[in-house]
């Protein structure tokens, strides 16, 4: 088969240097799972050097002209290319319940939806390794302080730690993208649960981000809490001001003391 053509609707850009390919690959360290999914593997210039590890690799990838490709060129894939949405997709379907990690170049257009859906599995995902847009990737690993710490930094890093590893350039990629590429990496933290309500913990950081300028005591005003809560300090502080224990430790108090 010719090779594949980029579709500008499922945001695929191909990954065309190999030793930016093999130093994703190699973002993994491939501890407490046996299995690995790679997102959107176009035409296996990752694949290839994730099949060399010692783990069971799956691809998912929604263009069915990838997978067509791949049917043909990788034979190792046999069994193990599923033709579906990962947005959409239920994965135990797959791996029925067991650990296994994420990785790949991520379409643009929904890589934070990928972050969303992977932290509604973190209990059977450990590690999560791959390519965002520049600008999502270092929000995604942003500390309190930062203009670009939001939502996306506070939910993930309450699970994963966060890396930003290395940054990549728009000319290694068919066709090329109009802005520069960074791969991260996270791994779970050791203790993933919360020591607050999950829901509570979303809406407390959205409510939050959403009127970044303000003080958390004008961004929460529609949580109708106690007047005794609202003289806490941490209410004088804007949200991007509040690292991730605080916003848990804040959660934890609405959720004890809310009207």
Do not use: W
């Not at 790679?38 to 060399?52: A, C, S």
């Amino acid at each position: 088969m010719e090779k594949v053509k980029a579709k500008k609707h499922l945001g695929q850009h191909f990954l065309k240097d190999e030793s930016i390919a093999k130093a994703i690959a190699d973002t993994l360290n491939l501890e407490g799972y046996d299995d690995l999914l790679e997102i959107g593997p176009g035409m296996g210039v990752l694949t290839k050097y994730l099949l060399e590890k010692p783990v069971n690799t799956y691809v998912i990838e929604i263009d069915t002209e990838s997978v067509t490709y791949l049917d043909e060129n990788f034979p190792k894939l046999k069994d193990k290319i599923i033709s579906k949405d990962f947005l959409r997709y239920n994965i135990n379907e797959t791996f029925d319940g067991k650990q296994f990690a994420i990785i790949g170049n991520f379409p643009y257009n929904i890589s934070t939806q990928i972050v969303f859906r992977t932290l509604e599995y973190r209990s059977q995902i450990p590690e999560f390794a791959g390519m965002f847009q520049k600008e999502v990737a270092e929000r995604i690993c942003s500390k309190k302080g930062s203009k670009v710490y939001g939502i996306l930094s506070v939910l993930a890093q309450a699970f994963y730690d966060v890396e930003y590893l290395f940054t990549v350039d728009e000319t290694v990629f068919i066709p090329p993208p109009k802005v520069k590429s960074g791969v991260l990496r996270m791994r779970r933290k050791e203790n993933f649960t919360l020591p607050c309500n999950e829901k509570m913990l979303y809406t407390v950081v959205k409510m939050a981000f959403q009127q970044r300028r303000k003080t958390m005591r004008n961004s929460l005003k529609a949580l109708n809490l106690s007047d005794n809560l609202r003289e806490d300090s941490i209410f004088d502080l804007r949200p991007e001001q509040l690292s991730v224990e605080q916003f848990i430790e804040l959660t934890q108090k609405i959720e004890a003391n809310a009207v």
